[in-house]
């Protein structure tokens, strides 16, 4: 079993507009909404890939009730806990020929909210997997996924991490079997640019030094690197298309990686079907279905093996 944790759920509201003027009225042409949250996109993916998930974290208010209503329609299975006060944020993506995004704050979870989580994820077995995704309420820890990793490493899980700065750099010490920046990240972990293949691997096998077992580095239309914990270094491009909306990609990557590692116990197949559902989902509204990742699959050009510089 994969469980996801996503802290601060979201409802995502996409608004495509002719153009965006501040100051004025914007008018959108096109409209969508969807339940939001790197960890709910990872088990909604994984859910569209049959694989058996279950999404924990925190909800709040109306807004929190109408989340749970969204996700109880695709089906995906969740186990959330409900906060006495606030509401569950709502975040704006405006597309204008741009991306631009405003992310609400989201309520903020008491030490008794936190506990029950942790009641919670002492349900997991050996074997099972958990992803801990995006960011917390700013009042939290830098090192609350840490804290979380080390607790359940008796029960010998694989965890994956797929945030950013200090949130991400406690959580290396747990030693995650997977984490995914993509290169913008990547370069601001160690507040540099990165422009050749060279750069980029090098500075992925510092987070492996650092303790991430495995290093997923998603880099848009150029594909994605990843770093095996047998030391081996795969690339795999990526066919090209229209980027309809980037939301989620990531996030499907993960889930196409997991489902991909767990059905064959293959980096490179986990790598392939990361790959696809990135691009598949880049390609959509919204998540993409598995016809459309299968479609993909099949589109996509041979997996290189790299050497390390």
């Avoid at 709910?40 to 049959?50: D, G, I, W």
């Avoid at 090209?240 to 116990?265: C, E, P, R, W």
Wanted: glycine share 8%; aromatic share 8%; hydrophobic share 40%.
């Amino acid at each position: 079993m994969i469980y996801t944790v996503t802290f601060n759920p979201s409802i995502d509201c996409f608004y495509r507009l002719p153009d965006f003027r501040t100051g004025n009225v914007n008018r959108a042409e096109e409209e969508y909404y969807y339940p939001g949250g790197k960890g709910l996109n990872v088990s909604m993916m994984l859910h569209e890939c049959s694989i058996s998930t279950t999404a924990l974290g925190f909800l709040a208010g109306s807004t929190g009730h109408a989340i749970q209503k969204m996700l109880d329609e695709t089906g995906c299975p969740t186990d959330f806990i409900f906060i006495k006060n606030g509401f569950s944020r709502i975040n704006t993506k405006l597309h204008n020929g741009q991306e631009t995004e405003i992310n609400g704050i989201g309520p903020l979870p008491s030490s008794e909210d936190l506990n029950r989580l942790k009641e919670k994820l002492q349900q997991l077995k050996k074997g099972d997997t958990l992803v801990l995704s995006g960011s917390i309420p700013h009042k939290l820890s830098d090192d609350t996924y840490f804290t979380i990793m080390q607790t359940l490493a008796p029960k010998e899980i694989n965890t994956v991490v797929d945030t950013t700065g200090e949130l991400l750099l406690h959580s290396l010490q747990a030693r995650p079997f997977l984490i995914k920046p993509n290169l913008q990240e990547l370069a601001d972990l160690f507040h540099t640019s990165l422009h050749t293949q060279e750069e980029i691997i090098k500075t992925a096998e510092k987070l492996q030094q650092m303790g991430a077992r495995n290093v997923l580095v998603s880099m848009a239309g150029d594909g994605a690197i990843l770093l095996t914990d047998d030391k081996k270094i795969y690339k795999q491009n990526v066919p090209k298309g229209t980027v309809v909306n980037s939301v989620g990609a990531g996030d499907a990557m993960i889930a196409g990686f997991l489902a991909g590692f767990l059905q064959s116990n293959d980096y490179i197949h986990g790598l392939r079907l990361a790959a696809a559902t990135g691009s598949a989902t880049a390609f959509s509204h919204h998540l993409a279905n598995y016809h459309a990742v299968e479609k993909m699959l099949e589109l996509l050009p041979e997996t290189e093996t790299l050497s390390a510089f």
